[in-house]
């Protein structure tokens, strides 16, 4: 297999600055709709990049579970790898890869952690399962096995049996408020379709970008 002749053309559609809403939000809104409503897997899975105290990056794949004009949300150990980086520095960039459309939207902005109230909220909505994991696994933390994570997983269901699953003091959510969009719709020939909206002066300023 050639890597170099793996390729495909992109036919799914165009993107035009008539079509583009105003507003970053409501084209991303219509975008995860459309994308809802389509054939893709996880189709609120966005990778997450990340910088260290060093300027190393670091990406992972996480899920969004709630957007608004404010911003994007996401949970996550407080202890984890990710968390740690975004103590240090709060500029993050979001990619949602909706290949299947011929489609990725980044997002480029900086992080806030969520209130108290928004974590339980959310917390109290997740499956029993996901909330005992929460307690079972210290993310990013190295292990000798999966048994021992397995073990740690059955020791908090006996521990929490008799009643509700309490939300960890080190477990919480993030929101990225975006200070630029880009919509990339690809195109035939390799001649795609990219918009950048930045947020200048209290306004999004929209400009087309070449491929």
Known sequence: MSLEDTRREYQYG?????SLKDCPFDQFALWMEQAAQSDLSDPTAMCLATVDASGKPWQRTVLLKGFDRQGFLFYTNLG????KEMAGNPNVCLIFPWMR???QVIIGGQVEKLTKTEV???FLKR???SQLAAWASKQSS?????QALETQFLQMKDKFAAGEVPVPDFWGGFRVVPREFEFWQG?????????????????????????
């Open 187 to 211: 195109g035939e020939n390799r001649l795609h379709d990219r918009f950048q909206y930045l947020f200048e002066n209290g306004d999004w300023n929209i400009s087309r970008l070449a491929p």
């Open 80 to 83: 984890s790898r990710k968390a």
């Open 14 to 18: 165009r993107l035009n600055r008539e």
């Open 120 to 122: 339980l909220k959310y």
């Open 142 to 146: 190295r292990i000798n096995s999966r």
């Open 127 to 129: 499956p029993r399962g």
């Open 101 to 103: 459309m011929d489609r």
